[in-house]
């Protein structure tokens, strides 16, 4: 069977197991990338508490979350919450090792990490602001919720972006990681289709072109939104 056989939507084609895969690690990295970005607002929003409590956990989150490896969270979320609901079943009568569902669990962890990635990014776009317009917005009365609407959160945001779509990519290569713990993401079913048909190259190649072709198309989507952004102000030479 040549390549393009091997990789159609024939019934011997595993075309259509790709692009479920696919379809899958788009969908794990999206839901821990959105969870991430909470994670990151409210690093970031500890982060300039006056509280010292809040500064000192914003500070410890981010120092054990980028410095662990990421494999290791995942491993850590999964047979932890797994532990967890095998002692609840145990309560119920349910006997051996009770898995925890591997999607949430991933997309969880994968949150997590990025969160903390996240929170620097942020801290550093609201640190980029310009001080004048903040006191400016002070001076003419607005409250605090006022000023973070119309002058934080917009600047913040424009300056955010570029990292933000950093993270991104980092988090779509990071979704390869929740194949160890069973979920049948494009890197797993890469794994099976080089298994079943002992070619791993076509397997592995086309892998990387799905992925390649994502980030792409991703990255052009935040080019354009920070493009638009941009719109309106004149930038350094």
């Known amino acids: 069977m040549d390549y393009f056989q091997l990789m159609g939507f024939s019934a011997d084609g595993w075309g259509h197991d790709m692009l479920r895969a ?9 839901i821990g990338f959105a969870v991430g970005l909470i994670f990151g607002c409210l690093g970031a929003a500890a982060s300039f508490s006056n509280a010292h409590a809040l500064r000192l956990a914003a500070a410890a989150y981010t120092t054990a979350l980028r410095g662990i490896p990421d494999l290791l969270v995942i491993y850590l979320f999964y047979f932890g919450s797994s532990s967890v609901i095998s002692g609840i079943a145990a309560l119920f009568g349910s006997q051996g090792f009770v898995g925890a569902p591997a ?48 002058i934080i959160l917009p600047q913040a945001a424009r300056y955010a972006l570029p990292g933000v779509g950093n993270v991104w990519q980092l988090v779509m290569k990071e979704s390869a990681l929740i194949s160890v713990i069973g979920l049948v993401e ?3 079913q890469a ?3 080089a298994g079943s048909t ?13 992925y390649l072709l994502i980030t792409f198309a ?7 939104a920070e493009a638009r952004t941009m719109r309106g102000l004149r930038r350094g030479i």
């Open 22 to 30: 696919t379809g899958m690690t788009v969908a794990v990295a999206f």
């Open 103 to 150: 999607f949430l669990t991933g997309a969880l962890a994968i949150g997590v990490v990025s969160g903390a990635n996240q929170t620097q990014v942020l801290r550093g776009a609201v640190l980029a602001l310009n001080k004048g317009e903040v006191e400016a917005g002070r001076a003419y009365g607005m409250g605090p919720l006022l000023l973070f609407r119309r």
């Open 186 to 188: 494009l890197m797993r």
């Open 191 to 193: 794994q099976v289709g």
């Open 198 to 210: 002992r070619q791993p190259f076509s397997f592995y190649l086309t892998a990387a072109g799905l």
């Open 218 to 224: 991703s990255g052009q989507a935040f080019r354009l």
